[in-house]
């Protein structure tokens, strides 16, 4: 029997920008579509595959594994094609018939590009496509003028104000991004009035390749026949896109260190005013994770950006299922014994 190929549409964006809840979206969404995913973490701590479980994807109604979700958790994506993605891409070839789209979040410290070209292998040629690359930005991060696009006036802010980056390469990640993509959602409109969503859209119009079509979504919500169907078949024009890293045989990301700490939570603000204080403090770029409050029967979810910080309940706590509060660091000279004694300080109650 002669099957089509699986469309594969890549989801990428900086840290934060609402990847995967605009993925969470998409697939309560699905419209009878039959659609896996590949969810790739930075860090040991499965925090987007739990948030994707929670709505009810890559498990059945028992609970038992469906072979939907796939977590690859040992590495950013773009740098692990041959170690991590290969094998995962050929379990799911293997059942062509039973996929109707596969789906593709990246972390957000990965590159687009080399994966979109680990489908020219013949492997993975025979079998997929890449329908488009969709690139979600973070609008309010942009209209800070975190990722200008004159690095001149990117470094002279960052003189001039040593919270607002630090010296990295997230810019150039981030156009990097914007430069293969085929689709961008400007997210968390909402956020924004009319003349920082101007000032956003002409920063990514600068960086993106002429005809790339702007989406405007709040919350990650996205028509799913806006996102999947394009048709693009990426891999055949991928090596056209221009990015910073197109001279390099090869990049990694070891100037971003992840760790895990488990911490001690009693009050829901005091640890969101400790994690915006331990940020100015330190180069951390990401915090993800979930917390256990000792008078609630949910599990809160916490994420932030920068010292942006969200935190909201997203499911009850499971029979049998350890409630205890770890959250996850991403950024550069992180120290774990450091950032935890720090930490435990001020989420201590202050005695009378």
Request: with cysteine; charged share 25%; aromatic share 4%.
């Amino acid at each position: 029997m002669n099957l089509q190929k699986i469309p594969a549409t890549i989801v990428t964006g900086f840290l934060g920008a609402g990847k995967t809840t605009l993925l969470r979206h998409l697939l309560k969404h699905a419209q009878g579509r039959r659609i896996a995913v590949i969810v790739n973490e930075f860090g040991a701590m499965g925090i987007d595959g739990e948030l994707l479980r929670a709505c009810g994807i890559g498990c059945d109604e028992d609970g038992r594994d469906n072979g939907q979700l796939f977590e690859l958790a040992n590495g950013c994506l773009c740098c692990t094609v041959q170690e991590e993605f290969a094998p995962v891409m050929e379990q799911l070839a293997a059942r062509r018939d039973q996929i109707d789209h596969l789906v593709i979040e990246t972390s957000g410290l990965a590159l687009p590009k080399p994966l979109v070209q680990a489908f020219q292998w013949p492997s993975l040629r025979n079998s997929f496509t890449v329908d488009a690359v969709v690139t979600v930005v973070d609008a309010p991060a942009v209209a800070a003028g975190q990722f200008a696009q004159d690095p001149e006036a990117v470094n002279a802010q960052r003189r001039a104000d040593e919270n607002l980056d630090h010296d990295s390469p997230l810019a150039e990640l981030f156009e990097d991004q914007l430069a293969t993509a085929d689709l961008v959602v400007i997210n968390k409109t909402d956020a924004l009035d009319g003349g920082d969503l101007a000032r956003v859209e002409t920063i990514v119009r600068g960086q993106t390749p002429d005809g790339v079509k702007l989406i405007h979504a709040q919350h990650g919500r996205v028509d799913i026949d806006l996102l999947l169907g394009m048709g693009r078949a990426v891999e055949d024009v991928i090596d056209t896109r221009k990015t910073h890293h197109d001279e390099e045989e090869d990049h990694d990301h070891d100037e971003f260190d992840s760790l895990s700490l488990t911490l001690d939570v009693t009050d829901r603000q005091r640890l969101l005013d400790a994690l915006v204080a331990l940020v100015r403090r330190h180069e951390i770029y990401r915090v993800k994770g979930f917390v256990a409050l000792p008078s609630a029967a949910m599990r809160l979810l916490v994420q932030g950006v920068g010292q942006r910080f969200d935190s909201q309940f997203d499911r009850p706590w499971r029979a049998g299922e350890e409630r205890i509060s770890r959250l996850v660091f991403i950024g550069d000279h992180l120290d774990a014994d450091q950032l935890l004694r720090e930490l435990q300080a001020e989420l201590v109650p202050a005695t009378a």
